[in-house]
């Protein structure tokens, strides 16, 4: 693209925009419009809006949150968020584009390219766009977990600067109930602080915000998870201003490895060796004499996560050849079952 802008995702989360009987809460909306219209001169946005099913299930008779029902729910809910995004944009005049996004966008390449173009068309033409998940016709086994793991895919696979996750709260809390206003390092301390508790709306809690900020800071990218509802909060949240940073790591991944990593649909699991580990980490490709098991089948071409010894994900693959023929050539000794090149490390 010409005139290239960093890109800025934005996921704002059901809690944030709606009370409790579903409804849209319009001066919320209208104070992210007057932000992201002040943030778009800057930056290509995404923006990734939770609330189509919360706003459409009080439309359901005895609405219980069946899948047939979240569906249902979703496709009403869906044109109601649209068209007050769009009113509420009209006032900067930036024109407003939905986007209904499934698995395999991200799990099959040529998809995702075109996904990415229609993007850089959209942006080109100072169009922002509003993505969610199609759950109409999103299957159980493909859909996303939530919008964080969406809004990470986006952020992740179009090489994002920066990642704004807006919640009901005013970032990570701490034991004490106070902000953690700067994450560097993802360990065993500051993961046990996710609340796995979620808002009656939506479906993930701090628990899902910390595992996708987790890997997009490895893609390095910058996650701020702040509170949407506050004044000015995009603006002060992209300044560092309010609240937890998550501090994106130095990486040097090409678009394909981001890709991988991130938005590929990881169909199986690898347990390798402990020189095997060593070796992936100094870059090397897989040998099928450094597997020890094949935790989940796989086919050729598909992705797989790579674990050590004590079961820790590692690194996510490529496979030259399927986990059946593995099990056939599984004495061969230089036989490769992924390159280097598509070993992505997390």
């Not at 800025?8 to 319009?26: A, H, P, Q, R, Y």
């Not at 206003?181 to 701090?206: H, P, Q, V, Y």
């Not at 496979?319 to 992924?338: D, H, M, P, T, V």
């Amino acid at each position: 693209m010409q005139n290239q802008k960093p890109i800025l995702v934005f996921k704002i989360g059901t809690s944030s925009i709606t009370d409790k009987n579903g409804n849209l809460d319009e001066a919320v909306v209208l104070q992210v419009a007057h932000q992201i219209a002040l943030l778009h001169k800057k930056y290509h946005i995404v923006m990734v809006s939770s609330g189509a099913v919360g706003t459409g299930k009080k439309f359901i008779k005895n609405y219980t949150g069946k899948i047939e029902e979240r569906k249902a729910a979703a496709a009403i809910g869906n044109p109601i968020l649209i068209h007050k995004y769009t009113e509420a944009f009209k006032k900067y005049k930036i024109p407003i584009a939905q986007s209904l996004c499934e698995r395999s966008h991200f799990s099959d390449r040529i998809k995702f390219l075109q996904l990415r173009a229609t993007y850089e068309e959209l942006w080109k033409n100072g169009i922002i766009p509003i993505a969610n998940e199609n759950d109409v016709v999103s299957s159980r086994e493909l859909k996303f977990s939530d919008n964080d793991e969406l809004a990470t895919l986006l952020a992740a696979g179009f090489g994002a600067e920066i990642l704004l996750i807006g919640t009901t709260v005013n970032g990570v809390l701490d034991k004490s109930g106070k902000v953690v206003t700067r994450i560097d390092d993802f360990n065993d301390k500051i993961l046990s602080l996710a609340n796995n508790e979620k808002s009656d709306a939506g479906l993930g809690g701090m628990t899902s915000k910390l595992t996708f900020a987790h890997l997009a800071t490895s893609m390095g990218i910058k996650v701020v998870i702040f509170s949407a509802r506050e004044k000015n909060s995009l603006i002060n949240a992209v300044k560092e201003k309010t609240g937890t940073v998550c501090v994106p790591k130095v990486v040097s991944k090409t678009a394909r490895q981001k890709w991988l990593a991130s938005g590929s649909l990881v169909i199986g699991n690898v347990q390798v060796d402990e020189g095997a580990h060593k070796a992936l980490l100094k870059r090397k490709s897989l040998l099928v004499v450094g597997v020890q098991s094949i935790k989940q089948q796989f086919s050729i071409d598909e992705a797989f996560e790579i674990t050590d010894e004590n079961g820790n994900v590692f690194a996510v693959a490529r496979a030259k050849i399927s986990s059946k023929n593995f099990e056939k050539n599984s004495k061969q000794q230089n036989l490769i079952l992924a390159h280097a090149d598509d070993i992505v490390l997390l």
